[in-house]
């Protein structure tokens, strides 16, 4: 997995929309045969900025990226899982230039795809699908070889485009669910084990499902039963939406709690100059380096931890007091709303002077 902010991955975007491409178009004008191998290793970053663009903890960045190019409908439905090629979202993003157009006398920027890139959309998949690393696929688009239905072998990219339309015309209208297959499948879940294989099982049964008990310190595992690849996809995918609606609930959940508006501080800021008890507890926290410590530590504690809300909701409460009496550390984080906010500064006042 890669790391990396929004102004990072829109750097990404456009560096190889605007100098990657251009550079590309140059060296494949010269010579043929060299031109192909630039075209193969400009398939690969675009696979490889695809693959970034479309990690889940991206998803949200991608989506604005989308409509900051007037992609609203692809950004929409890239969001609530309604497409049949996602990486249709990436091409469209990767291969375009913006537009003057004049409506009424005003001129618009209008964001125009390269229509005839969207060939690539299907070879990008079907590299995800074979598991290809960016770095692997430059050298293997030019060995690529497939014989379609009519037993005839098309090579290289029309290969690999052909063998992706074929694999998926029979489910061409269905959304894609490769992204809820992999949640659903991920070991880094809580509640994924791994246990030895019972000796009662067969090793070669591939798929399953159970239910168990525990007793005695004991798994005690009932039905056993062996299921096709497709049973099991369908139930992974199942688990993976519910897990993807609980990630991106707790998601919108912390950027609502951490936000804030200057409204929020001017009103708070206010209140702390206002409030004689306030200056008191201020003086007297300035002078006490124990409390502050637990602040700053409670602080690194909830970033650490800023992936389950209730624990952050907490810790960030104490944080937003620190900003509010020790404005100028600069270890305070994030301010929340007004009325938690002066409630929180009422009831710490309170516990010093009473």
Known sequence: MVTINFDELKKLVTDFREVRLADDQQKMGKFEVAGQAVLYSQIAEAYRIGLILMEHKNAMMFINLMKSHNMVDQATKYGNNNYTNRWLFVTKLLYGSWEEKTISKTIFHVWQHDRSSEKYANVLRHLEELEKKPEEVAGFIPTFEYTNKEGITVRKLQGLEVADREANARD????????????????????????????????????????????????????????????????AIARGKVIKKRDDDLSKAADAVSATTEADRKAVTKLVVQEPKLAALKKKLLADPDYAAYIIDAEKEAKKNSGRVRDAQKKKQDVAFMELVLPDSSEAGPVAKSKPKIALVKRKANEVTA
């Open 172 to 235: 061409g209208s269905k959304p894609d669910t490769s992204d809820q297959l992999q949640l659903g499948t991920s070991r880094s879940e809580p509640d994924v084990m791994g246990i030895p294989l019972p000796a009662e099982l067969d090793p070669t049964i591939g798929y399953g499902s159970c239910f168990f008990k525990v007793e005695n310190k004991q798994m005690i595992i009932f039905g056993a039963t062996k299921l096709e690849e497709g049973e099991f996809k369908k139930l």
